[in-house]
């Protein structure tokens, strides 16, 4: 399968600072790449959809001015959590969406970022 | 709207089968995905169903019956490795999947 690679894989931050959290394709052009949020016990929960070249459609009750994301080529996504607080403190998963070899459209993930907000 | 429903925990034994089930409610059909997601890592993917029947990889095979918004995995051979959350996920129209809450699956030995 194809490869989405996640930087960084673990941060801690103090409270009111800013992270950003890139999310690669390495060997495909994606042209969808999802950001979700997983906390502890709870399944995946999808936070915003991101089109190359257009804004990110973000979910009812995510704030796309917390969680700004920027998709400017068709590798690249970074989802940057602006002043962050402890309550975000949570696992970020990428993927990205592309056809594989038997032209099946699915998601390929990212290993996911683990977030600590002190 | 869509809907997707699977058991939130499930124990076998070391050797054993067990089977998870999901049923989904779906206002279109672009297949259905299995993922294994263990603690603390992302879903890894396990086996796409678009069309009814069965598929076997290995030690796992999937099962779909789009008649009766139906899918089953099934894990043979049970390892302590397996013991993870299996997801059930089908894509909307847009492709974006919806996640069903996924099934803890505890392995004893």
């Known amino acids: 399968g194809a490869v989405v690679s996640q930087h960084p894989s673990r941060v801690i931050c103090k409270s009111g600072t800013s992270v950003k959290i890139e999310c690669r394709s390495l060997?495909?052009?994606?042209?969808?790449m999802f950001w979700y949020r997983q906390f502890p016990k709870q399944s995946l929960m999808l936070m915003a959809t991101s089109n190359e070249g257009s804004k990110a459609t973000y979910e009812q009750g995510v704030e796309k001015d917390k969680f700004l994301i920027n998709h400017a080529s068709l590798t690249l996504s970074t989802l940057t959590v602006t002043s962050a607080h402890p309550e975000d403190s949570s696992f970020y998963i990428c993927?990205?969406?592309?056809?594989?070899?038997?032209?099946?459209?699915?998601?390929?993930f990212g290993p996911g970022t683990r977030l600590t907000v002190l | 709207g869509q809907n997707i429903d699977q058991p939130t925990e499930m124990t076998a034994t070391e050797g054993a089968i067990v089977q998870i089930n999901c049923t989904y409610q779906t206002s279109g059909f672009n297949g259905l995905f299995w993922y294994q997601q263990h603690a603390g890592e992302a879903p890894t993917f396990l086996s796409y169903n678009v069309l009814d029947g069965l598929e076997e990889k290995g030690r796992f095979s999937s099962f779909l019956s789009r008649s009766k918004g139906y899918s089953y995995l099934l894990l043979k051979e049970l390892q302590m490795k397996d013991s993870a959350s299996y997801l059930c996920?089908?894509?909307?129209?847009?492709?974006?999947?919806?996640w069903g809450a996924g099934t803890k699956l505890i392995i004893k030995p």
């Open positions: 996920a089908v894509p909307d129209s847009n492709y974006q999947l919806i």
């Open positions: 993927s990205a969406s592309g056809r594989d070899q038997n032209d099946r459209n699915e998601q390929f």
């Open positions: 060997d495909f052009q994606a042209t969808t």
